[in-house]
């Protein structure tokens, strides 16, 4: 990321020779990285300037030469009220908003961002650093700094997994998603349970009274202290950090049940069939697993799809973006995984839902034939 590094406020701007200040202004703090429609990387600059004098004033902008000459026509309410009586009539506009190109310096050079302010009888320029930050962009595999930073307080939490803070619908969800479970995998009372990406605990708190043991896992250590603050009432659960990409602290055959619900959209493919194959390991013989995903194929999936598509440039979408998923892929993974009986939920709504079996120990497996 880059951004003019230097603050500055007032008459601080720009001064003409003498020491006399002829213009007024700010540079807002910080610019903006931004992509050009061509694809070209940038800084959108905005500020102000006005003429002390009450002139009329060219801006030009810009990282090198040439310039570029800058429309001071956006209006800034906050300005023209804070300067109103002091240097005449200003106008209604003193605004300004930039693209300014990034040349390709491969980090190499120092840049400056160049501002050049004239009013027919006064020109002068000011450089501003242009600064690296030490960053690098956030990158979508590392799943525990993306949802840690989302999740500091409860109700960024809650809205970074759902949308919304309401616990009344977070209860209703909460109740539908049990119902999808007991219709596809069954939930039995001596079920010991394991949630792959729990949150806040938002299934757990209405799953977990209905089975022997429910282990929410998530990578965020952030989403399971207001997991553990929102499920404290009950004595079954258990909560495990995860490290991003397996099941590791999970003893092998050990669970009848382990589902993921509204989590493999913020996961990259092979991420999405790591906690398949991991589910298989943890699962004991005739183990049930569920998974669910936005539906690529549908017609309200498609429509999130283009909605994602059209929503980011392909150089600025966040981290966490939702990805969609077809019903052959989840098939893929589960059969890929070793699940047997493996079945696709309806496919015509936002989400498809998919599930299947551990297979059976060859004991166990002859005695049901009998």
């Given at each position: 990321m880059?951004?003019p590094?230097?603050?500055?406020?007032?008459?601080?701007l720009v001064?003409?020779?003498?020491l006399?200040?002829a213009?007024v202004?700010h540079?807002d703090?910080p610019?903006?990285?931004?992509v050009?429609s061509?694809?070209?990387p940038g800084l959108r600059?905005r500020?102000?300037?006005?003429s002390t004098r009450?002139?009329?004033v060219r801006?030009?902008?810009?990282i090198?030469?040439?310039?570029?000459e800058?429309?001071?026509?956006q209006?800034?309410p906050?300005?023209?009220?804070?300067?109103?009586?002091h240097?005449?009539?200003?106008g209604?506009?003193c605004?300004?908003?930039?693209?300014?190109?990034?040349?390709d310096?491969?980090?190499a050079e120092p840049?400056?961002?160049?501002?050049?302010?004239?009013?027919?009888e006064v020109?002068?320029?000011?450089?501003?650093?242009?600064?690296?930050?030490?960053?690098s962009a956030?990158?979508?595999a590392?799943?525990?700094?993306?949802w840690e930073a989302v999740?500091?307080?409860l109700?960024s939490?809650k809205?970074s997994?759902?949308?919304?803070t309401?616990?009344e619908?977070?209860e209703?969800t909460?109740a539908a998603?049990?119902?999808?479970?007991?219709?596809?995998?069954?939930i039995?009372p001596?079920?010991?349970?394991?949630?792959?990406?729990?949150?806040v605990?938002?299934v757990?708190?209405?799953l977990a009274?209905?089975?022997?043991r429910w282990v929410?896992?998530?990578v965020?250590a952030?989403?399971?202290?207001h997991a553990r603050?929102?499920?404290?009432?009950?004595d079954?659960v258990?909560?495990?950090?995860?490290?991003?990409?397996?099941?590791?602290p999970i003893?092998?055959?050990?669970?009848?049940?382990?589902?993921?619900?509204?989590v493999?959209m913020h996961l990259?493919e092979?991420e999405?069939?790591?906690y398949?194959?991991?589910?298989?390991r943890?699962?004991?013989p005739?183990?049930?697993?569920y998974?669910d995903n936005f539906?690529?194929c549908?017609?309200d999936?498609w429509?999130f799809?283009m909605?994602?598509?059209?929503?980011?440039?392909?150089l600025?979408?966040?981290?966490?973006?939702?990805k969609?998923?077809?019903?052959?892929?989840?098939?893929?993974?589960l059969?890929?995984?070793?699940?047997?009986?493996?079945?696709?939920g309806?496919n015509?709504g936002l989400f498809?839902?998919?599930w299947?079996?551990?297979p059976l120990?060859p004991?166990?497996?002859a005695?049901e034939?009998?």
């Amino acid at each position: 990321m880059l951004f003019p590094s230097e603050r500055l406020d007032g008459a601080s701007l720009v001064e003409a020779p003498g020491l006399t200040p002829a213009f007024v202004g700010h540079i807002d703090e910080p610019a903006e990285p931004e992509v050009s429609s061509s694809g070209l990387p940038g800084l959108r600059v905005r500020g102000w300037v006005i003429s002390t004098r009450g002139r009329a004033v060219r801006v030009r902008l810009g990282i090198g030469d040439p310039l570029t000459e800058v429309a001071c026509d956006q209006p800034r309410p906050e300005v023209l009220t804070a300067l109103a009586g002091h240097y005449g009539d200003v106008g209604e506009h003193c605004g300004f908003s930039a693209f300014v190109q990034l040349p390709d310096t491969g980090g190499a050079e120092p840049l400056s961002l160049v501002l050049e302010v004239d009013d027919g009888e006064v020109a002068t320029r000011r450089r501003f650093r242009v600064a690296r930050t030490d960053e690098s962009a956030p990158v979508r595999a590392d799943y525990k700094a993306t949802w840690e930073a989302v999740a500091v307080d409860l109700d960024s939490a809650k809205v970074s997994v759902a949308g919304y803070t309401d616990e009344e619908k977070y209860e209703q969800t909460a109740a539908a998603t049990v119902h999808v479970l007991e219709q596809t995998v069954g939930i039995r009372p001596d079920d010991e349970i394991l949630e792959i990406g729990c949150g806040v605990g938002r299934v757990g708190k209405a799953l977990a009274p209905r089975c022997k043991r429910w282990v929410g896992t998530d990578v965020s250590a952030n989403m399971l202290r207001h997991a553990r603050e929102r499920l404290s009432g009950l004595d079954n659960v258990e909560l495990v950090e995860l490290n991003g990409w397996d099941l590791a602290p999970i003893p092998s055959s050990s669970l009848d049940v382990v589902y993921c619900t509204v989590v493999f959209m913020h996961l990259d493919e092979w991420e999405r069939f790591g906690y398949v194959q991991e589910s298989m390991r943890v699962l004991r013989p005739g183990g049930r697993i569920y998974i669910d995903n936005f539906n690529l194929c549908s017609d309200d999936g498609w429509a999130f799809f283009m909605e994602m598509s059209e929503s980011y440039h392909p150089l600025g979408r966040p981290p966490n973006i939702s990805k969609s998923s077809t019903p052959d892929e989840l098939r893929t993974y589960l059969e890929r995984a070793g699940f047997t009986d493996v079945r696709l939920g309806p496919n015509e709504g936002l989400f498809v839902h998919a599930w299947g079996a551990a297979p059976l120990q060859p004991s166990e497996a002859a005695a049901e034939t009998q």
